[in-house]
């Protein structure tokens, strides 16, 4: 029974609620002191140890409950034990949610929150900086955010916070503030739907994922939304073909959560509601998009049947758009650097019949520059690792280390088996020295040759597999033409280094194109002047050394760009596709990004991925609302950040900031400094978009303002570096280089730019910049994904080491909380996610339906199956068109939509039976209702009696009132003239006239008081007059009895100062007489005193004397004594003597002997 405090903040606030056994809790019900409850509780806290990030704050957009009191499960004591409102209302919610909870003990909450700062590059990423510094030079004593959860110890209450000690003591107390405690379920939770935890919260929500994670449970959902955690390992037979065929038909809940079920519910939902679905993966790069769009499509498309022709070929074009398409990054080893969405046609069996793919905004900058730990794309390592020894020959590929396109990381992904097959020489120096990357995935070689047979499978032939190696190998050889200024120019022009001619030999070469004339085109433009005729006069301008490095990555970009379209167009072409009814669309494009340098291409991902967000939010958040707002159910509204303000900023027509970037491309001499200043003078004061020197990260501070700007995003705020805007959204080729290309001799190099003539964009005004195609194209997707059923995925990166068994804490649950998906657990504490209109399912059995119950109306009809399935009350609610599911009910709701007759029959006949019973509740209910009408209706007589009464009491108080009013007025001087006659008995002289006086006005009052009640007629001015005339009777004898009281009060002053004088004459007086007494009685005392010394010396002498005679006395008396002892003794003796002499005489007698005569005794 623990309580969470989950920190993501300061150091500064933990919180603690109680925790106690059911008796324990009833027992102290009759008591209101906390320490009487303590008795019979224990306090826990769970403390969530998250690096510091910013300002703490309260969570008020986590939880809409806000006060109440204390109600834990099982205790129906309605006092608060001195725990946080916000914390108590959160039990008492969880209580009425999980009614079978009842007996167990009543857990409370702890949860800490920090406010992230807006300028923050990445809430993430914030987070672990901070967690770096703690650990190190701060010496906070926090361990790592992958810690997630710990348990604390309540301490004491600290106002308004709480305090806590952590339960393994190596950290310091911890204050926490009440809003921010939530409710925690058992120590260890294991659930397979976070809406099945006993509490609904952000705590309960990480420490579920975090403990399944552990146990290689990576799938999880929210009500119908599936998290899925990267377990960056492989997990056995977590995707098996048999795990297919279980999850084949099966409900949401019945098995549990996989990838498969949601794809499963996708087709089952496109089956029954005869609409095409959306999947949308989502998550921050590393998070695991890519591979979970690989296993959706993988059940989509062997689910129905085994894979075929078709499915194989959708299949197949996973490992094509990843070679081209993906790249390693500092956050992700298989980064997707386009956006794709895939679609699988089915027909009305739901057989696939074709598949469809389209792709969103490659980054083109990374063909040219990469970060040190970053490589280019997967397809260029590819053919230096894995390409047969001939292949490489032809296309002339060495080592990553010969290509300045490859300058980034230079080590391929292998295994310790692939490694040996790869030749040293075509090893870096990097690799040589640390060795292969290791990825449980990607492998370069062998992923060479799967690309190889894909593209073998896709239909090309050897003869176009090598064209589109040829290209890339072109790229390649192009990025090592260098150029270096041109001594014999006079106009300041370049020219291609001696060095780079192998290179653009090469390049020409694969390219189909003279290597003059490509040398020529790279380091001069062609001009046409305005005059001379229509065609002008044509003038070679020649290129300074930056302007050659530009048209050299221009054209590098241009040829690799276009030949991925063509590789997406040769899928598309070579899918077969016969007519479709419907269709599932996976949506896997890049994730919010944000880096120490962000430019053009992170500022558009992240666009794209706003607009995700706010169709998530419309979708599940606002629309989720309104229905039920619509449909009447009552559910509490829930608050959530809308991000529609961003995408005006971003995407508006007037002052967006595509807009602005258009109309800066258009200008004669654009400027991207120009540009910024016209974005924050356009949107000054907007709160989304700051100047960069407010960013908390030092590299951003740095920045000029008209250098780049800080945008707010959903995800945290980003700062843009826009001095490069301009350029990477027109990747236009000069003229004189799309030409040339144009007239290429390589036919795949020719078909990529067929479409494109040359001068068709020449000019400024008809240029179409990259920002606005993006925008169009994203607007199309939208739109697709608007008018579609949708499924979300939401993939969670879970730390930041990219590697198993690791969760950091802080780290998921910042992509949780920027995912919407805290939001969405809020909601589906009040929600109901599944729903039916009742047409829709009374048309389902209404041929199945005998005469009497194919006349009940389709809600009476839904309300009886409904009840005749023995389904809980709490689980459905009634709407006005539709009939909705709680979460965690999908099991009992496809049981319903289940169409096969055996199971439509079964519950037909439920539903006779429970109909029939409830005919007789409503008749037995209506008679009851009889009853209480007539007793209504007697009561509402009553009522009607009770009105009248007050109608007639109104009209007449509203007549009288003036008089009234009068009466009560005058009547309230009477106060007055008691206390005149209480002053008037104080005189002792005209008492009696003044009483008398008193009396006369008393009757004056009664008479004005006759006159009022007497005259019906009286005006209320007559009234006044009385009453002033009555007042000033009391006035003129209150002040004479005033004087005469005052003359009474002098005379007796005078007297009590007379009486005093005489008195003080008398005490003086008597004061003598005292002294002298007491004079009198001091000599008195003093000679008493002599007489008692000398009676007591006397006394003294005289006790002495009869002591000593007393002691001779006694002495005498002891001799005496003593000497009678010794006669007596004496005496004794000398009878004794006697006696023997007669005895002696008898014996001598007998013997005839004689007797000696004693001798005398002495005394």
């Given at each position: 029974?623990?309580?969470?405090?989950?920190?993501d903040?300061?150091?500064?606030?933990?919180g603690?609620a109680v925790?106690?056994?059911?008796?324990g809790l009833?027992?102290?019900?009759?008591?209101?002191?906390?320490?009487?409850?303590?008795?019979?509780?224990?306090?826990?806290?769970?403390?969530?140890d998250f690096p510091?990030?910013?300002?703490?704050?309260?969570?008020?957009a986590?939880n809409?409950?806000?006060?109440?009191?204390?109600?834990?499960?099982?205790?129906?004591?309605r006092?608060a034990?001195g725990?946080?409102r916000?914390?108590?209302?959160r039990?008492?919610?969880?209580k009425?949610?999980n009614?079978?909870?009842?007996?167990?003990?009543?857990r409370?909450?702890v949860?800490?929150h920090?406010?992230?700062?807006?300028d923050?590059?990445?809430?993430?990423?914030?987070l672990?900086?901070?967690d770096?510094?703690?650990?190190?030079?701060?010496?906070?004593n926090?361990?790592?955010?992958?810690f997630?959860?710990?348990?604390?110890?309540?301490?004491?209450?600290?106002?308004?916070?709480?305090?806590?000690?952590?339960?393994?003591?190596?950290?310091?107390?911890?204050?926490?503030i009440p809003?921010?405690?939530f409710?925690?379920?058992?120590?260890?939770?294991?659930?397979?739907?976070?809406?099945?935890?006993?509490?609904?919260?952000?705590?309960?929500?990480?420490d579920?994922i975090?403990?399944?994670?552990?146990?290689?449970?990576?799938?999880?959902?929210?009500?119908?939304?599936?998290?899925?955690?990267?377990?960056?390992k492989?997990?056995?037979?977590?995707?098996?073909?048999t795990t297919?065929?279980?999850?084949n038909?099966k409900?949401l809940?019945e098995?549990?959560p996989h990838?498969y079920?949601?794809?499963?519910?996708?087709?089952?939902?496109?089956?029954?509601?005869?609409?095409?679905?959306?999947?949308?993966?989502?998550?921050e790069?590393?998070?695991?998009?890519?591979?979970?769009?690989?296993?959706?499509l993988?059940?989509l498309?062997d689910?129905?049947?085994a894979?075929?022709?078709?499915?194989?070929?959708i299949l197949?074009?996973?490992p094509?758009?990843?070679?081209?398409?993906?790249?390693?990054?500092?956050?992700?080893?298989?980064?997707?650097?386009?956006?794709k969405?895939?679609?699988?046609?089915?027909?009305?069996?739901?057989?696939v019949?074709?598949?469809?793919?389209?792709?969103y905004?490659?980054e083109k900058?990374?063909?040219?520059?990469?970060?040190?730990e970053?490589?280019?794309?997967?397809?260029?390592?590819?053919l230096?690792a894995?390409?047969?020894?001939?292949?490489?020959?032809k296309?002339?590929?060495?080592k990553?280390?010969d290509?300045?396109y490859?300058s980034?990381?230079?080590?391929?992904?292998?295994?310790?088996?692939?490694?040996?097959k790869?030749?040293?020489s075509?090893k870096?120096?990097?690799?040589m020295a640390?060795?292969?990357?290791?990825d449980p995935?990607?492998?370069?070689?062998n992923?060479?040759?799967d690309?190889?047979?894909?593209l073998?499978?896709?239909g090309?032939?050897?003869?176009?597999?090598f064209?589109?190696?040829?290209?890339v190998?072109?790229?390649?050889?192009?990025?090592?033409?260098?150029f270096?200024?041109?001594?014999e120019?006079?106009?300041g022009?370049?020219?291609v280094?001696t060095?780079?001619?192998?290179?653009?030999?090469?390049?020409?070469k694969l390219?189909?194109?003279?290597p003059s004339?490509?040398?020529?085109?790279?380091?001069?433009?062609?001009?046409?002047?305005?005059?001379?005729?229509?065609?002008?006069?044509?003038?070679?301008?020649?290129l300074?050394v930056y302007?050659a490095?530009?048209a050299?990555?221009?054209?590098a970009k241009?040829l690799?760009?276009r030949?991925?379209?063509?590789i997406v167009?040769?899928?598309?072409?070579?899918?077969?596709?016969?007519?479709?009814?419907?269709?599932?669309?996976?949506?896997?494009i890049?994730?919010?990004?944000?880096?120490?340098?962000n430019?053009?291409?992170?500022?558009?991902?992240?666009?794209?991925?706003?607009?995700l967000?706010?169709?998530?939010?419309?979708?599940?958040?606002?629309a989720?609302?309104d229905?039920?707002?619509?449909?009447?159910?009552?559910?509490?509204?829930?608050k959530?950040?809308?991000n529609?303000?961003?995408i005006?900023?971003?995407?508006s027509?007037?002052?967006?900031?595509?807009?602005?970037?258009?109309?800066?491309?258009k200008?004669?001499?654009?400027s991207?400094?120009?540009?910024?200043?016209?974005v924050?003078?356009?949107?000054?004061?907007?709160?989304?978009?700051?100047?960069?020197?407010?960013?908390r990260?030092?590299?951003?501070?740095?920045?000029?303002?008209?250098e780049?700007f800080?945008?707010?995003h959903?995800?945290?705020?980003?700062?843009?570096?826009?001095?490069?805007?301009?350029?990477k959204?027109n990747?236009?080729l000069?003229?004189?280089?799309?030409g040339?290309?144009?007239?290429s001799?390589?036919?795949?190099?020719?078909?990529?730019?067929a479409s494109g003539?040359?001068g068709?964009?020449?000019?400024?005004?008809?240029f179409?910049?990259v920002?606005?195609?993006?925008?169009?194209?994203?607007?199309?997707?939208?739109?697709?994904?608007?008018k579609?059923?949708t499924?979300?995925?939401?993939?969670?990166?879970?730390n930041?080491?990219?590697?198993?068994h690791?969760?950091?804490?802080g780290?998921a649950?910042?992509q949780l909380?920027c995912?919407?998906t805290t939001?969405?657990?809020?909601?589906?504490?009040y929600?109901y996610?599944?729903?039916v209109?009742?047409?829709?399912?009374?048309?389902?059995?209404?041929?199945f339906?005998?005469?009497e119950l194919?006349?009940?109306?389709p809600?009476?009809?839904?309300?009886?199956?409904?009840h005749?399935?023995?389904l809980?009350?709490?689980d459905?609610?009634?709407?006005?068109?539709?009939?909705?599911f709680?979460?965690?009910k999908f099991?009992?709701?496809d049981r319903?939509?289940?169409?096969?007759p055996?199971?439509?029959?079964?519950?037909?006949a439920?539903v006779k039976?429970w109909?029939?019973?409830s005919?007789?509740?409503k008749?037995?209910?209506?008679?009851?209702?009889?009853?209480?009408?007539?007793?209504?209706?007697?009561y509402?007589?009553?009522?009607?009696l009770?009105?009248?009464?007050?109608i007639?009491?109104?009209?007449?108080r509203?007549?009288?009132?003036?008089r009234?009013k009068?009466?009560v007025?005058i009547?309230?001087?009477?106060?007055?003239?008691?206390?005149?006659?209480?002053?008037?008995?104080?005189?002792?002289?005209?008492?009696e006239?003044?009483?008398?006086?008193?009396?006369?006005?008393?009757?004056a009052?009664?008479d004005?008081?006759?006159?009022?009640?007497?005259?019906?007629r009286?005006t209320?001015?007559?009234?006044?007059?009385?009453?002033?005339?009555?007042?000033?009777?009391i006035?003129?004898?209150?002040?004479t009895?005033?004087?005469k009281?005052?003359?009474?009060?002098n005379?007796?002053?005078?007297?009590?100062?007379?009486?005093?004088?005489?008195?003080l004459?008398?005490?003086?007086?008597?004061?003598?007489e005292?002294?002298?007494?007491?004079?009198?009685?001091?000599?008195?005392?003093?000679k008493k005193?002599e007489?008692?010394?000398?009676?007591k010396?006397?006394e003294a002498?005289?006790?002495?004397?009869?002591?000593?005679?007393?002691?001779?006395?006694?002495?005498?008396?002891?001799q005496?004594?003593k000497?009678?002892?010794?006669?007596i003794?004496?005496?004794?003796?000398?009878?004794?003597?006697r006696r023997d002499?007669?005895?002696?005489?008898?014996?001598?007698?007998?013997s005839?002997?004689?007797?000696?005569?004693?001798?005398?005794l002495?005394?």
């Amino acid at each position: 029974d623990l309580v969470q405090v989950l920190e993501d903040g300061p150091v500064h606030t933990v919180g603690t609620a109680v925790r106690g056994s059911r008796e324990g809790l009833q027992q102290s019900e009759s008591h209101d002191s906390v320490r009487e409850a303590q008795h019979y509780a224990s306090a826990h806290v769970r403390v969530q140890d998250f690096p510091a990030v910013g300002n703490l704050h309260a969570v008020s957009a986590q939880n809409p409950l806000r006060c109440g009191r204390l109600a834990l499960p099982g205790v129906q004591s309605r006092r608060a034990y001195g725990l946080p409102r916000p914390a108590i209302d959160r039990v008492r919610s969880a209580k009425r949610r999980n009614a079978h909870h009842q007996g167990q003990p009543g857990r409370l909450p702890v949860r800490l929150h920090a406010e992230r700062g807006a300028d923050d590059s990445g809430a993430d990423c914030a987070l672990r900086e901070r967690d770096r510094d703690a650990r190190t030079d701060r010496g906070r004593n926090l361990p790592s955010a992958r810690f997630g959860a710990r348990g604390a110890r309540l301490e004491g209450k600290v106002p308004p916070e709480y305090e806590v000690q952590p339960e393994d003591n190596k950290h310091p107390k911890r204050n926490c503030i009440p809003e921010d405690i939530f409710p925690s379920c058992e120590a260890v939770s294991d659930h397979d739907d976070n809406c099945e935890l006993m509490f609904l919260n952000e705590a309960t929500l990480l420490d579920n994922i975090k403990n399944r994670y552990y146990k290689d449970k990576i799938y999880t959902y929210v009500a119908n939304i599936l998290i899925a955690v990267n377990p960056y390992k492989e997990i056995r037979d977590l995707y098996a073909k048999t795990t297919i065929k279980r999850y084949n038909g099966k409900s949401l809940g019945e098995l549990p959560p996989h990838v498969y079920a949601i794809a499963d519910k996708a087709i089952r939902d496109m089956r029954v509601l005869k609409l095409s679905q959306s999947i949308i993966v989502s998550g921050e790069s590393g998070a695991g998009k890519t591979e979970s769009t690989k296993y959706l499509l993988r059940y989509l498309c062997d689910a129905a049947s085994a894979a075929g022709p078709i499915e194989q070929k959708i299949l197949d074009a996973n490992p094509i758009l990843e070679a081209f398409g993906n790249a390693k990054t500092t956050r992700n080893n298989n980064s997707s650097r386009f956006g794709k969405f895939i679609e699988v046609h089915y027909d009305s069996k739901c057989q696939v019949v074709g598949g469809h793919i389209s792709h969103y905004l490659l980054e083109k900058s990374r063909i040219c520059t990469q970060s040190p730990e970053e490589r280019n794309y997967h397809v260029f390592y590819l053919l230096c690792a894995g390409a047969p020894q001939q292949l490489r020959d032809k296309l002339l590929i060495g080592k990553p280390d010969d290509y300045r396109y490859l300058s980034g990381c230079t080590q391929y992904f292998s295994s310790a088996e692939t490694d040996r097959k790869i030749p040293n020489s075509q090893k870096s120096k990097n690799h040589m020295a640390k060795g292969s990357l290791k990825d449980p995935i990607l492998d370069d070689y062998n992923d060479f040759q799967d690309l190889d047979q894909a593209l073998t499978r896709l239909g090309l032939s050897e003869g176009q597999k090598f064209e589109i190696y040829g290209l890339v190998a072109a790229v390649l050889h192009l990025g090592n033409v260098n150029f270096e200024d041109n001594p014999e120019d006079a106009k300041g022009g370049c020219r291609v280094a001696t060095s780079s001619e192998r290179a653009i030999t090469i390049t020409a070469k694969l390219i189909g194109l003279d290597p003059s004339e490509l040398r020529q085109a790279l380091v001069s433009r062609v001009m046409q002047s305005k005059g001379g005729g229509i065609k002008g006069t044509v003038i070679m301008v020649p290129l300074k050394v930056y302007e050659a490095n530009n048209a050299r990555d221009a054209l590098a970009k241009a040829l690799y760009s276009r030949l991925f379209d063509h590789i997406v167009s040769l899928i598309n072409a070579n899918i077969p596709f016969q007519a479709s009814s419907y269709y599932i669309g996976v949506l896997d494009i890049a994730g919010f990004e944000y880096f120490t340098v962000n430019s053009f291409e992170q500022f558009c991902i992240n666009y794209c991925n706003e607009k995700l967000q706010k169709f998530f939010n419309d979708n599940i958040l606002a629309a989720e609302q309104d229905l039920y707002k619509r449909e009447g159910l009552n559910v509490p509204e829930i608050k959530f950040t809308d991000n529609q303000d961003i995408i005006e900023l971003i995407e508006s027509k007037s002052s967006g900031i595509f807009n602005l970037l258009d109309e800066e491309s258009k200008l004669p001499k654009p400027s991207y400094a120009h540009f910024t200043s016209e974005v924050h003078s356009a949107w000054q004061g907007h709160y989304r978009l700051s100047l960069p020197r407010a960013s908390r990260l030092k590299a951003h501070r740095v920045l000029r303002d008209d250098e780049g700007f800080l945008v707010r995003h959903f995800a945290g705020a980003v700062c843009y570096n826009t001095n490069q805007f301009i350029e990477k959204n027109n990747d236009a080729l000069h003229a004189s280089l799309e030409g040339l290309v144009q007239e290429s001799e390589n036919p795949l190099l020719k078909r990529l730019f067929a479409s494109g003539k040359v001068g068709a964009t020449k000019g400024k005004l008809a240029f179409i910049s990259v920002g606005s195609k993006f925008k169009t194209q994203l607007g199309e997707l939208m739109d697709k994904l608007e008018k579609n059923g949708t499924n979300f995925i939401r993939c969670i990166k879970p730390n930041s080491r990219m590697i198993d068994h690791e969760f950091e804490g802080g780290l998921a649950l910042a992509q949780l909380k920027c995912s919407g998906t805290t939001s969405v657990l809020e909601l589906m504490e009040y929600g109901y996610p599944s729903r039916v209109p009742f047409n829709e399912l009374y048309n389902m059995y209404k041929s199945f339906l005998p005469p009497e119950l194919a006349r009940l109306n389709p809600r009476t009809f839904c309300e009886a199956m409904l009840h005749s399935l023995k389904l809980n009350n709490k689980d459905f609610k009634f709407g006005i068109t539709k009939v909705f599911f709680r979460p965690g009910k999908f099991v009992e709701f496809d049981r319903i939509m289940k169409s096969d007759p055996e199971n439509l029959k079964a519950i037909v006949a439920n539903v006779k039976k429970w109909l029939v019973r409830s005919r007789w509740i409503k008749s037995v209910f209506c008679a009851i209702c009889v009853i209480k009408l007539k007793n209504r209706i007697i009561y509402r007589n009553k009522c009607v009696l009770l009105a009248q009464k007050t109608i007639r009491g109104y009209l007449a108080r509203k007549r009288h009132q003036p008089r009234i009013k009068g009466i009560v007025k005058i009547n309230a001087i009477k106060t007055n003239l008691g206390k005149m006659q209480e002053i008037a008995t104080q005189l002792k002289v005209e008492r009696e006239n003044m009483l008398r006086q008193v009396a006369d006005i008393q009757r004056a009052i009664e008479d004005a008081v006759g006159r009022i009640k007497g005259n019906a007629r009286i005006t209320p001015a007559e009234i006044d007059a009385l009453y002033a005339g009555v007042m000033a009777k009391i006035d003129a004898q209150m002040k004479t009895i005033h004087v005469k009281l005052q003359e009474q009060r002098n005379a007796e002053e005078q007297e009590r100062l007379r009486k005093i004088q005489a008195a003080l004459e008398a005490e003086r007086r008597a004061k003598e007489e005292e002294e002298r007494r007491l004079r009198e009685e001091e000599d008195n005392r003093r000679k008493k005193a002599e007489m008692e010394a000398r009676r007591k010396e006397e006394e003294a002498r005289r006790l002495r004397q009869e002591e000593e005679d007393r002691k001779a006395a006694l002495a005498l008396q002891a001799q005496l004594e003593k000497e009678a002892q010794e006669d007596i003794k004496y005496r004794q003796q000398l009878e004794q003597e006697r006696r023997d002499h007669e005895l002696a005489l008898r014996l001598a007698q007998e013997s005839n002997g004689q007797v000696e005569d004693s001798p005398p005794l002495l005394r």
